[in-house]
């Protein structure tokens, strides 16, 4: 079947050359060095294909934010931060979540949702809070935007208990009932509640009942508390769901010995959990009681990909009393992940960069995603030469393909105005 469009000329992450790429029905359909004839049916120019010109611009997969909170974003307006901290973040977020609305949770996520669409994002998970304050709010919004924006971006819903389960009897009922209305994945993040443990089994019994993924907030807080990890990975391999676990945050791996971080990263492999790191948020929160010689707290995923394990880069917070900065743009939080855990090579930008797409796309669940023939025909062409300089500057200009259609076009108008010079 003839190619949708063909896109000629255009460098790929991990070949040499330039290469003409054939996209049909939404797939990736054949994918050759430009110069070749191997293949004339898929490759070779065809009358009723459109033709994208690279320019001997890098083609990526698209980009794939794995965690991302859509119903707190853009909050910073009705509350700056006083402190800066976590407590007051939990605090005055649960405040504001007492004046949501589904227009006004809808109002914000749009905005991010679009912002997202021409950054490159084509796939997206948002945790949905679900509590006896925010209630079904969060997800009555949000559903809806799943179906609305298709046609950029692939949205997964995760239903999340925030604010604790068992200290909070109601909010296992709703979790129930989020779920029933159309939540694709579950999670929570255990730290928060008075019992941990049965917090996560709680999570693990509504993932049994709906055969849905499970996803956490884990181990987030610089204290001296032990790890949930051992437990979680137990409960994995107990309830047979190997592959289906991801754990956000993770900070608490940073302060492990290489010899431990080693153990543990045998018992992710083995139990095919995904950890994905944030590093915008847990740099801003993490080590604030250190006085000097402060510690990064980002997970060292690097280290973890080392041994084999499933590892990511997220957003998480956009404008908010857990991280007062950002836009939405992943691939800057990946120059940041870049910059924060020393990957400097680059051997090192294509794995950083492979965290940001693909397994990315892996650790929530997406298997046909990357620059494979018969993978989805999801793509982002950057205005860069090379994966080192996509990770090293997060180029402004791109142009975002979904299912095999240009979707967002983002182009630099830049213009100078020197001086004349005077002619003596």
């Given at each position: 079947?003839?190619?949708?469009?063909?896109?000629v000329?255009?460098?790929?992450?991990?070949?040499?050359?330039?290469?003409?790429?054939?996209?049909?029905?939404?797939?990736?359909?054949?994918?050759?060095?430009?110069?070749?004839?191997?293949?004339?049916?898929?490759?070779?120019?065809?009358?009723?294909?459109?033709?994208?010109?690279?320019?001997?611009?890098?083609?990526?997969?698209?980009?794939?934010?794995?965690?991302?909170?859509?119903d707190?974003?853009?909050?910073?307006?009705?509350?700056?931060?006083?402190?800066?901290?976590?407590?007051?973040?939990?605090?005055?977020?649960?405040?504001?979540?007492?004046?949501?609305?589904?227009?006004?949770?809808?109002?914000?996520?749009?905005?991010?949702?679009e912002?997202?669409?021409?950054?490159?994002?084509?796939?997206?998970?948002?945790?949905?809070?679900?509590?006896?304050?925010?209630?079904?709010?969060?997800?009555?919004?949000?559903?809806?935007?799943?179906?609305?924006?298709?046609?950029?971006?692939?949205?997964?819903?995760?239903?999340f208990?925030?604010?604790?389960?068992?200290?909070?009897?109601?909010?296992?009922?709703?979790?129930?009932?989020?779920?029933?209305?159309?939540?694709?994945?579950?999670?929570?993040?255990?730290?928060?509640?008075?019992?941990?443990?049965?917090?996560v089994q709680?999570?693990?019994?509504?993932?049994?009942?709906?055969?849905?993924?499970?996803?956490?907030?884990?181990?987030?807080l610089?204290?001296?508390?032990?790890?949930?990890?051992?437990?979680?990975?137990?409960?994995?391999?107990?309830?047979?769901?190997?592959?289906?676990?991801?754990?956000?945050?993770?900070?608490?791996?940073?302060?492990?010995?290489?010899?431990?971080?080693?153990?543990l990263?045998?018992?992710?492999?083995?139990?095919?959990i995904?950890?994905?790191?944030?590093?915008?948020?847990?740099?801003?929160?993490?080590?604030?009681?250190?006085?000097?010689?402060?510690?990064?707290?980002?997970?060292?995923?690097?280290?973890?990909?080392?041994?084999?394990?499933?590892?990511?880069?997220?957003?998480?917070?956009?404008?908010?009393?857990?991280?007062?900065?950002?836009?939405?743009?992943?691939?800057?939080?990946?120059?940041?992940?870049?910059?924060?855990?020393?990957?400097?090579?680059?051997?090192?930008h294509?794995?950083?960069?492979?965290?940001?797409?693909?397994?990315?796309?892996?650790?929530?669940?997406?298997?046909?995603?990357?620059?494979?023939?018969g993978?989805?025909?999801?793509?982002?062409?950057?205005?860069?030469?090379?994966?080192?300089?996509?990770?090293?500057?997060?180029?402004?200009?791109?142009?975002?393909?979904?299912?095999?259609?240009?979707?967002?076009?983002?182009?630099?108008?830049?213009?100078?105005?020197?001086?004349?010079?005077?002619?003596?």
């Amino acid at each position: 079947m003839p190619p949708d469009l063909q896109i000629v000329n255009a460098r790929l992450p991990d070949r040499d050359g330039l290469w003409t790429v054939a996209l049909s029905q939404g797939k990736i359909a054949a994918i050759a060095p430009a110069d070749s004839l191997a293949n004339p049916a898929a490759i070779a120019p065809q009358e009723s294909a459109a033709t994208l010109d690279a320019n001997a611009c890098l083609l990526i997969p698209g980009l794939v934010d794995g965690h991302i909170h859509l119903d707190k974003a853009l909050l910073l307006d009705r509350h700056p931060a006083q402190l800066g901290t976590f407590a007051e973040a939990m605090a005055e977020t649960l405040r504001l979540k007492q004046g949501f609305t589904v227009a006004d949770i809808q109002a914000r996520a749009r905005q991010v949702l679009e912002r997202a669409i021409g950054f490159g994002i084509t796939a997206m998970r948002s945790h949905v809070e679900v509590d006896p304050t925010a209630g079904l709010r969060s997800l009555e919004a949000l559903l809806p935007l799943c179906e609305e924006y298709r046609w950029g971006l692939t949205l997964q819903l995760a239903v999340f208990a925030q604010e604790g389960i068992t200290q909070q009897p109601d909010t296992l009922p709703l979790l129930h009932q989020a779920m029933a209305l159309g939540g694709d994945v579950i999670g929570s993040a255990p730290y928060v509640d008075a019992d941990p443990k049965a917090n996560v089994q709680h999570i693990f019994d509504i993932a049994q009942e709906y055969d849905c993924d499970v996803d956490f907030h884990l181990d987030f807080l610089d204290d001296d508390e032990p790890l949930l990890l051992p437990f979680v990975i137990a409960e994995t391999q107990r309830r047979g769901w190997q592959g289906r676990v991801c754990l956000g945050h993770m900070t608490k791996l940073a302060g492990l010995s290489p010899a431990e971080l080693v153990d543990l990263a045998a018992a992710l492999r083995d139990a095919q959990i995904s950890i994905l790191a944030l590093p915008a948020s847990d740099l801003y929160m993490m080590a604030r009681q250190d006085t000097h010689n402060q510690r990064r707290g980002v997970a060292p995923i690097h280290r973890l990909a080392e041994q084999g394990v499933n590892v990511g880069v997220a957003t998480n917070n956009i404008l908010n009393l857990f991280t007062p900065f950002g836009d939405g743009d992943l691939l800057k939080i990946c120059t940041l992940l870049a910059q924060v855990l020393q990957l400097g090579t680059a051997a090192a930008h294509q794995r950083c960069l492979a965290m940001a797409t693909t397994q990315a796309a892996c650790a929530i669940g997406i298997v046909d995603h990357g620059l494979e023939v018969g993978h989805r025909a999801d793509l982002v062409l950057l205005k860069v030469g090379s994966v080192s300089e996509a990770v090293g500057a997060a180029p402004a200009q791109r142009t975002v393909i979904k299912a095999g259609r240009v979707v967002a076009q983002t182009r630099l108008d830049q213009q100078m105005f020197a001086p004349e010079q005077s002619v003596g």
